[in-house]
């Protein structure tokens, strides 16, 4: 069952575009807005239908309209699911579920600003004062063996652009969290299949990375709980 969840997506930090709002029941998410047009976007029943379109506050009937696409395609640009064709695949499911299961409760009480990272689910979040402020957003955290640890740490360094002394890969955004882990820009598609997962770094699509560089400051709080599946 897909609870009640509020999607901010940082939507005022991330662009000055208008957005687009849409609700059902408890649940609000809010989606840039996209420059698709009817004419580009053809409807298409997805495997997920009405699952999707329950989260998205759409008519739930199971048939993908012409609005029901667009809808679908603007969440998909959001999140950066390929291809955005519009259609409720299992992707844009999965990504719906870990949206809508994430442990919000866990990572709540703080008057100060804090980053939540749920391992369980793939997702994170900023609260300040028991309120949530950005996201949520899926990420990518460590493998089996390159595990991102559990715990509650500060943000030691921040660097708009690095090259990881390691791995010598480009490290977008990065924020030093414990040891030589942290935030960063994704530089591969956060989604691909055939990459397990980081190397014990938190990875953030390119629009989070840069927005919650923007929120955070050196001794900002971050709050890591709960187990990555397989790892």
């Given amino acids: 069952m897909l609870g009640s969840v509020r999607l901010l997506g940082g939507a005022r930090r991330l662009a000055a575009a208008a957005a687009v709002l849409v609700m059902a029941g408890g649940l609000t998410a ?42 679908v395609q603007r969440f998909q640009r959001r999140y950066d699911i390929r291809p955005s064709a519009g259609y409720a695949g299992p992707l844009t499911y999965s990504i719906v579920t870990r949206l809508s299961t994430a442990h919000y409760r866990s990572c709540s009480n703080s008057t100060a600003l804090k980053v939540c990272v749920d391992l369980t ?9 028991g309120k949530r402020i950005y996201g949520p957003t899926p990420i990518r955290t460590g493998r089996k063996n390159l595990a991102t640890p559990a715990g509650t740490f500060r943000i030691q360094d921040k660097k708009v652009s690095t090259v990881s002394s390691i791995f010598g890969v480009k490290l977008p955004y990065w924020q030093r969290v414990y040891r030589d ?28 990375a840069k927005a919650l560089y923007g929120l955070t400051v050196r001794g900002t709080v971050v709050q890591v709980f709960g187990r990555k599946p397989g790892t």
């Fill in 121 to 129: 689910s793939q997702v994170m979040w900023v609260t300040k004062a």
């Fill in 181 to 208: 882990m942290g935030f960063h820009q994704t530089t591969t598609y956060l989604y691909d299949p055939s990459i397990p997962g980081s190397h014990g770094c938190t990875n953030l699509l390119p629009a989070d």
């Fill in 30 to 71: 809010l989606v840039p807005a996209s420059p698709a047009s009817a004419a580009g976007c053809a409807p298409r029943t997805g495997s997920h239908q009405k699952q999707v379109e329950k989260f998205l506050g759409l008519r739930v009937d199971g048939w993908a309209s012409q609005a029901d696409c667009l809808a």
